[in-house]
T-cell receptor
Framework: NAGVTQTPKFQVLKTGQSMTLQCAQD?????MYWYRQDPGMGLRLIYY???????DKGEVPNGYNVSRLNKREFSLRLESAAPSQTSVYFC?????????????????FGPGTRLLVL | QKEVEQNSGPLSVPEGAIASLNCTYS??????FFWYRQYSGKSPELIMS????GDKEDGRFTAQLNKASQYVSLLIRDSQPSDSATYLC?????FGAGTRLTVKP
């Protein structure tokens, strides 16, 4: 099992460009999450998907959109990148059978995507 | 604003000592609490989860939860240089900024 995979590993964008970060999990988990991590800020939740077909905003959703393509895949899109979106992005998944996203279930993280917006 | 606060650190302990990491959370309805370890340049990995008041032990690690005080802690006994990392506290889906721990040989 690969666990949680993310592509790309590293990306440089110019201000105003768009891109999609891809995430996939092979653990048959119901819930998936996107976080960003900035120095001194810890992990901040951008969006999450409690189950296939649903998505919800987290703490810092502005400037991002997500798609839960199927049970395995959860993508994050930046429509018009800004320097403030320079960060490390982590995707995570958890089993979450009925208790709601984040409630009582360990999250398994992907390796991260380092994004630099110039 | 619902927050999770951690000692900013850095925390430095000698090899073999006990490292104590602390965390408070503001959302009283939080149900699940986690400690993750993150090595530099890597993704977080789970160390401990705790859901009920009291202590939970797993090897050299002990997590403590006090819901009345909205407080979670992690004790690492017999600290090893390999424990040097940033430790992230989480309440449900909300994470603290992390405490960097250095264990000196």
């Amino acid at each position: 099992n690969a666990g949680v995979t993310q592509t790309p590993k590293f990306q440089v964008l110019k201000t105003g460009q768009s891109m999609t970060l891809q995430c996939a999990q092979d653990m048959n988990h119901n819930s998936m999450y996107w976080y960003r991590q900035d120095p001194g800020m810890g992990l901040r939740l951008i969006y999450y998907s409690a189950s296939e077909g649903t998505t919800d905003k987290g703490e810092v959703p502005n400037g991002y959109n997500v798609s839960r393509l199927n049970k395995r895949e959860f993508s994050l899109r930046l429509e018009s990148a800004a320097p403030s979106q320079t960060s490390v992005y982590f995707c995570a998944s958890s089993a979450t059978s009925g208790g709601g996203a984040g409630s009582g279930e360990t999250q398994y993280f992907g390796p991260g995507t380092r994004l630099l917006v110039l | 604003q619902k927050e999770v606060e951690q000692n900013s650190g850095p925390l430095s302990v000698p090899e073999g000592a006990i490292a104590s990491l602390n965390c408070t959370y503001s959302d009283r309805v939080s149900q699940s609490f986690f400690w993750y370890r993150q090595y530099s340049g890597k993704s977080p990995e789970l160390i401990m989860s705790i859901y009920s008041n009291g202590d939970k032990e797993d090897g050299r690690f002990t997590a403590q939860l006090n819901k009345a005080s909205q407080y979670v802690s992690l004790l690492i006994r017999d600290s090893q240089p390999s424990d040097s990392a940033t430790y992230l506290c989480a309440a449900d889906m909300r994470f603290g900024a992390g405490t960097r721990l250095t264990v000196k040989p």
